[in-house]
C-alpha cells in the first residue's frame, strides 16, 4: 500500500471503527484467498455489464498511455538521429552514412505508425462519445416506458428496452476492436487493474497485480448509491495510484497486515473475511 493509502486506513479505523473493520476483512479475503475467481474480476469485464460508457472512458485512458509510449519512442529515435549526425560531422566513413540512412528511415516508419495510431485513437475518441449518447437516451427511454406501464396498465411496453442491447452492443464492438489495438501497440507497462467485489458489505476494492505478483491496493469503495459515479471518479484515483514510486509502497502479507491494523483482533477479522464470502460463494 502506499503512504497515501496506509493512512487513509487508519484514518477510516480511528472515524468509523465498523466501516474500517469491514475493509480490512475484505483486505484478508484478498490477501487469502488470491488474485483470482470467485471473488476478483477484471475491472473491464465489471464495467462492461453495467457501466459500458464508463469502460469505453477506461479503455480511451489506456490507449493515450499506449499511445505516450509511442511518442516517447519516437523522441529516441530522433535523440539517437541527432547524435550520429553529429559523429558524421567529425568522421565521415561508409559505415555511419549507412546506420544514420537506416535510422532516418526508422524514424520516418515511426512517424507515420504514430499519425495512424494517432488517427485511430481520435476516432475512438469521438465515436465513444456517440455510444456513450446512444447507451445513456436508451437508458432513459426504457426508465420512462416503465414509468408509464406502471401508471398505466393498458400500456404496451418494449419497445425501449430493446434499444439498451444494441446500444450496449455498439459499445462491446469498440472494446473488442479497442483490444485489438492494444494487441498491435503492446502491452501496457502497467498492471491491470482488478476488482474485489463483496456482495456481503455492498464493497468495491480495486488493486493491480505487480510482475512480481503483489496485489497494490488502489481504491476501496462501500455502500454507494451511484456506482457508476464511484467508479468515474475511482478510476482516476486509482491511476495516480499506480504512478506513484515504487520506494512510496509498502508490502505486507496476512500476518503484518492484521498485525499493524488490528492487533489482538486477529481472530475475529479473518472470521469476519469468512463472513463476507459466503454470498459469493451462494451465488
Known amino acids: 500500500m502506499s503512504s497515501e493509502v496506509r493512512d487513509w486506513l487508519a484514518t477510516l479505523l480511528a472515524e468509523d471503527r465498523q466501516v474500517g473493520r469491514t475493509v480490512g476483512e475484505a483486505v484478508t479475503v484478498l490477501l487469502e484467498s488470491g488474485f483470482g475467481a470467485p471473488f476478483v474480476l477484471p475491472l473491464e469485464s465489471a464495467l462492461r455489464g453495467q457501466h459500458p460508457g464508463i469502460a469505453l472512458d477506461h479503455c480511451y485512458q489506456r490507449q493515450l498511455r499506449l499511445l505516450r509510449g509511442v511518442r516517447r519512442s519516437l523522441a529516441d529515435l530522433a535523440t539517437a ?7 558524421i560531422g567529425q568522421e565521415v566513413t561508409a559505415d555511419a552514412r549507412r546506420r544514420y540512412e537506416d535510422l532516418v528511415a526508422e524514424e520516418v516508419r515511426a512517424t507515420l505508425f504514430l499519425q495512424r ?7 475512438f475518441r469521438a465515436r465513444k462519445e ?8 436508451a437508458l432513459a427511454n426504457r426508465t420512462l416506458d416503465e414509468a408509464f406501464a406502471a401508471f398505466d396498465e393498458s400500456y404496451v411496453s418494449g419497445r425501449a428496452a430493446d434499444e ?10 469498440m472494446l473488442r476492436a479497442a483490444a485489438e489495438l492494444e494487441r498491435q501497440l503492446g502491452a501496457d507497462t502497467q498492471p491491470e487493474i482488478s476488482e474485489l467485489r ?12 505487480t510482475p512480481s505478483d503483489t496485489a497494490v491496493l488502489l481504491v476501496v469503495g462501500i455502500g454507494h448509491d451511484d ?6 471518479e475511482a478510476l482516476q484515483l486509482a491511476q495516480a495510484e499506480l504512478e506513484l514510486q515504487d520506494d512510496d509502497f509498502t508490502g ?8 499493524e491494523y488490528f492487533p489482538g483482533e486477529e481472530a475475529a477479522v479473518r472470521a469476519g473475511a469468512a ?3 459466503e454470498p459469493n460463494r451462494a451465488g
Open 81 to 87: 538521429r541527432k547524435r550520429l549526425e553529429l559523429r
Open 117 to 123: 495510431v494517432q488517427a485511430t485513437v481520435d476516432a
Open 130 to 137: 456517440v455510444v456513450k449518447a446512444g447507451y445513456t437516451a
Open 164 to 173: 439498451v442491447a444494441p446500444a450496449h452492443a455498439a459499445a462491446d464492438e
Open 198 to 209: 463483496l456482495e456481503a458489505s455492498d464493497l468495491r476494492l480495486l488493486f493491480a497485480v
Open 227 to 232: 456506482w457508476g459515479q464511484w467508479y468515474a
Open 252 to 259: 505486507y502479507d496476512l500476518a503484518a497486515f492484521l498485525s
Open 275 to 277: 463472513r463476507l464470502i
